[in-house]
């Protein structure tokens, strides 16, 4: 059957910020058929494409997005867990929607540690191989640490695996950030052997972790600067700058860790953009340090 997209559906409650617009044009492919399919009606059309995991990282705008919106979260349809290699370690073989928590459980119910710190994290495999989402710089806990190879596919060519390492992950960026390549699968390796116990007490020292220092019971997109390239955390420096609270319709710098800002309630993109500006105005005022937003603006 040809393909068709749904017109304008809403894609707020389709972030964790709850913000932003209808997509002119909507798919949520759960096959790869389905989703090539998706790929070449926006290129036929001659149509903006935007693709969006779990939306955990993302502010869309008030107005909506023009063109095709595919939405990845239900697109998981590749996973193999590979055979042991020689030095015991195991590739995990997923398509990237996947969501993050459930591959540190996959990790955990084969036996191997280091994957617990994306229980925390609500975001897709394709989401976090674009962003290297994990810890801060230097911390060994990063998306391009446990993922080795991805097959990615550009409008109008064939999908091809590639090393992670050639899309230059570094501290929250890849190459992969703003380009029109398409995360269609990951490979990641497990490695850590650990026991089922250990495994246990780790995810529940991450969530306790968590749940003490983070807002997680409004909106938010977690954090929303990226810490200085000098190694400081941006929640610090605006903690310093004494926006804890600050207020912008909707939007609130979270009390609680003020690198994140919560809706609560009605906030709009303009209302979260404009306390961006705010903060960074604040900070780069006080310590002529501009604080760069890790949040990807997707514009109209
Ligand atoms: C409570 C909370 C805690 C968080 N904690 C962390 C944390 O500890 N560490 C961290 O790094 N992040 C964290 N985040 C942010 C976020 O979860 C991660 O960045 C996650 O990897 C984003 O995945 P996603 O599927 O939601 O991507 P989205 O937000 O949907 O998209 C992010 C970007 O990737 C692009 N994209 C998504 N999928 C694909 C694909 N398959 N192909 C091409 N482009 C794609 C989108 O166009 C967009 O530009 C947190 C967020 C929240 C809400």
Same mark, same amino acid.
């Given at each position: ?18 913000? &932003? ?31 969006? &995991? ?7 705008? @008030? ?22 290699? &020689?030095?015991?370690?195991?590739? %995990?073989?997923?398509?990237?929607? %996947? ?21 925390? #994290? ?16 230097? @911390? ?11 097959? /990615?596919?550009?409008?109008?060519? /064939? ?6 390492? @050639? %899309? ?8 992969? #950030?703003?380009? @029109? ?43 929303? %600067?990226?810490?200085? !390239? ?9 903690? *310093? ?12 710098? !979270? ?6 800002? *919560?809706?609560?309630? &009605? ?8 306390? #961006? ?14 604080? *760069? ?8």
């Amino acid at each position: 059957m040809a393909f068709r997209p749904e017109r304008d559906v809403p894609l707020a409650p389709l972030t964790t910020w709850k913000i &932003g617009g209808p997509a002119e044009w909507y798919a949520a492919p759960r096959t790869r058929e389905d989703l090539l399919a998706a790929l070449a009606w926006a290129k036929t059309e001659g149509c903006p494409l935007t693709i969006l &995991g779990r939306g955990s990282n993302v502010l869309l705008p @008030d107005e909506g997005l023009s063109g095709l919106t595919v939405v990845l979260r239900h697109y998981a349809p590749e996973t193999v867990l590979h055979g042991e290699a &020689g030095d015991g370690s195991r590739l %995990f073989e997923t398509g990237a929607g %996947f969501s993050l928590p459930r591959l540190a459980r996959e990790a955990a119910a084969a036996g191997y540690g280091g994957y617990s710190f994306y229980i925390g #994290i609500p975001g897709t495999v394709g989401g976090a191989v674009v962003m290297n989402a994990g810890f801060g710089p230097g @911390d060994e806990r990063q998306t391009a640490h446990r993922c080795e190879e991805v097959e /990615a596919l550009r409008p109008g060519e /064939a999908p091809r695996w590639r090393p992670y390492a @050639d %899309f230059g992950p570094t501290y929250r960026h890849t190459a992969l #950030i703003g380009s @029109d390549a398409v995360v269609l699968t990951a490979r990641f390796r497990f490695r850590e052997r650990a026991s089922a116990e250990s495994l246990r007490q780790a995810t529940a020292e991450h969530l306790a972790m968590r749940k003490r220092m983070q807002p997680l019971t409004r909106p938010t997109a977690g954090s929303v %600067f990226k810490g200085t !390239s000098e190694g400081q955390p941006a929640g610090r420096l605006i903690d *310093e700058a004494g926006l804890k609270g600050l207020r912008i319709g909707g939007a609130v710098v !979270s009390e609680k860790h003020a690198n994140w800002i *919560e809706n609560h309630g &009605g906030a709009t993109a303009a209302d979260v953009r404009a306390l #961006i500006v705010r903060i960074q105005e604040r900070v780069q005022a006080r310590t002529g340090i501009f604080l *760069e937003p890790e949040v990807r603006m997707l514009t109209p």
